[in-house]
């Protein structure tokens, strides 16, 4: 029952990933966030590897971690093109945003990647195998660097009440879900070491199952284009404004 | 130890995102819900307040005890107003917006231009409260923010203009 449980959590998210990618591809959603894209058919190309490598005997332990070691690598770094490229769709025709929000980023990337080396230093190491220790690095490391800029956007489209499109707002939150739990958990491992393995694995695969399940939500959902009804100001608000304005003209 | 300090700051992330998610679906609404929320913004008392040279006239005539107090709250006076000037370019942005997406290039332009200005100020009023702060306590320090008073007005006649491209027939008096 355990086993099941544990291969329907490796193997659900990555065949709906799947899906998500051919829907996407359908609608042309493809040019809106092409890096996503990139990213998703990477995740699926990994977990094929993976899961021929566990399965096929002839392969020792350590291939497996460095392929899982090598795939974290490479995903970490599409990842983080991906929410600079939420960043970009959240500047796209807004020019007094890219002042702000481009150094914000490179200021909050800097400060985060100094703080996620001090914190691996204090955390403790995993064990004596190089491959796991790297393993736990990259894990920690990159999950810290996607819950602070996928923080760092939220707050920044919150404070400023702009919006972004409904398919990007859901590729965002899918991730940052997933970046937290990761945070939380890799974190959690390192504590526990190999007694927590096999829960802290079971639940960032939770956390990934999750993440591409909002995707595909997301994909569904109507476009919610900035629309307003109403029957317009009140009186006092247009004589306000008139007011406003005849101050201006006689200055 | 540590190791628990990063799980409880992923947990306290992750509701952070979620609840800063939700707002995402906040966007639209009804312009009369909006239009209760402007705060009435009285410019000319503004700049009155950032004046330098009325700051100048009283450091004159007041004892400094008296005038500090005085310019403690003509500086909290100020934040107030910059902070209702940010909430109206807030519901401004929304207007903004919304009048970007019409048919009519004339409205989407005007819209785009008070998205654009109502942004800036939003940004701005960022940058310049906590200087006035600052300002409370080192006297000296910080300049006066005078482009919130102007952005101000640049962004009210912006609305001005698109009340009057989408409702023409009512006049500029009644087009907002």
Known sequence: ?251 | MIALVFALVGLLALLLIVYLAKGHHATGGDLDELAAQLKPVDVNAFRNLIDEREEEFLRERLPAPEFKSIARERKLAAIEYIWSAAENAAILIRLGEAAKQDSDPAISSAGEKLFENALRLRLYAFKVVPRLYLGIIFPSAGPAPYAVADAYDTITRQVVMLGCLQYPTRGMSSAL
């Open chain 1, 1 to 251: 029952m355990f086993f099941l449980g544990y291969y329907y959590l490796w193997i659900a998210p990555h065949l709906l990933l799947a899906v998500v990618l051919v829907i996407s591809l359908r609608r042309g959603l493809h040019r809106q966030l092409p890096i996503f894209y990139s990213y998703a058919a990477f995740e699926l190309a990994q977990f094929l590897t993976l899961f021929t490598i566990s399965r096929v005997s002839p392969f020792p332990d350590t291939t497996y971690r460095w392929a899982l070691v090598l795939g974290m690598v490479i995903g970490a770094f599409l990842i983080m093109a991906v929410i600079f490229e939420l960043a970009n769709d959240l500047l796209v025709s807004r020019s007094s945003l890219t002042g702000v929000l481009r150094p914000l980023l490179r200021w909050a990337t800097a400060a985060l990647l100094l703080f996620a080396a001090i914190a691996c230093a204090i955390l403790p190491a995993l064990g004596v195998q190089y491959a796991l220790n790297m393993f736990q690095l990259l894990d920690f490391t990159s999950s810290l660097l996607q819950t602070g800029l996928l923080l760092s956007l939220f707050l920044f489209s919150r404070a400023l009440h702009i919006s972004w499109r409904s398919w990007t707002v859901g590729v965002a939150v899918g991730f940052g879900i997933n970046a937290c739990i990761t945070l939380a958990t890799a974190a959690l491992r390192a504590e526990f070491a190999r007694s927590g393995f096999i829960a802290v694995d079971i639940t960032q695969m939770a956390a990934f199952h999750v993440c591409v399940v909002i995707w595909l939500v997301y994909l569904f959902l109507p476009e919610r284009a900035p629309k307003l009804a109403g029957r317009g100001l009140e009186k006092s608000q247009m004589e306000f404004w008139d007011q406003e304005l005849e101050r201006m003209v006689r200055r």
